[in-house]
């Protein structure tokens, strides 16, 4: 599984945007305890790289490897403590794409749930969604969903570090991403999103071109920012 490391950090309103500025005073929360569960797969040799639930998904899990999705239902209380996971219905966005990582969106307690994959593209990072099951699917078709997360939206996670660009740096790419239940300011659809840079930064769903083009994803905050020095001795 994955963790995802969310830091709250204050603004004032006469300081540079908040995505400059990490709050290095505050530690992440550990995760305690747990209980390990057996996995089986479909016959593969693909290795699965990322995992994801939801406090809405009811039992739904979704996993990922480098360029397939698969699903699986939590064990019921009393039942067999294993995880039989299937390969997903083909999602056509992400077809011959190298994934990055997946999350979970869902309507509500038990409703709906599509894996939101995020991928390789030309020029970038896209965030697709995509079916975990075909019962989904069929829903999905004669369902008249509006949500905004069934249009492929690009990942502009290059945009909360403009200094790359100027310094010559290997240019900053969003590598895991976690659902936020909603934006700090209680509207709109937020993501946060670790780079290669070693990197947590908030990000907001909107969309480009003032407001005409596909929806987009834009930096709000940053939320965490690791010295690769920490890592490499001094």
Not at 30 to 52: D, H, I, K, N
Not at 127 to 151: D, E, Q, V, Y
Not at 161 to 176: F, K, M, R
Request: aromatic fraction near 4%; charge should be negative; hydrophobic fraction near 35%.
């Amino acid at each position: 599984g994955h963790e995802a490391l969310l830091l709250d950090t204050g603004e004032s309103p006469d300081s540079e945007p908040s995505w400059r500025q990490p709050d290095g005073d505050k530690e992440p929360e550990v995760l305690v305890g747990g209980q390990p569960l057996a996995t089986s797969w479909p016959e593969t040799a693909e290795r699965p790289l990322s995992l994801a639930c939801s406090s809405k998904a009811g039992r739904s899990v979704v996993a990922m490897s480098q360029f397939n999705i698969y699903a699986a239902q939590l064990p019921g209380d009393g039942s067999e403590h294993r995880l039989a996971f299937n390969e997903a219905p083909p999602c056509i966005p992400v077809e011959g794409q190298s994934l990055l990582d997946v999350t979970l969106k869902c309507d509500g307690p038990g409703g709906q749930c599509m894996a939101l994959v995020l991928h390789q593209d030309v020029g970038g990072e896209m965030l697709s969604a995509c079916n975990i099951s075909t019962k989904a699917a069929a829903k999905l078709r004669t369902g008249g969903s509006s949500s905004p997360f069934l249009t492929a939206s690009r990942m502009n996670v290059a945009d909360s570090h403009p200094e790359d660009v100027a310094g010559g740096s290997t240019q900053e790419e969003a590598t895991s991403i976690a659902l936020a239940e909603e934006c700090q300011d209680g509207s709109g659809s937020c993501a946060f999103v670790g780079t290669n840079s070693w990197r947590v930064v908030e990000m907001r769903m909107g969309t480009s071109d003032g407001g005409q083009g596909e929806p987009d994803w834009f930096p709000t905050r940053l939320l965490q920012s690791v010295r690769m020095s920490a890592y490499n001795g001094p």
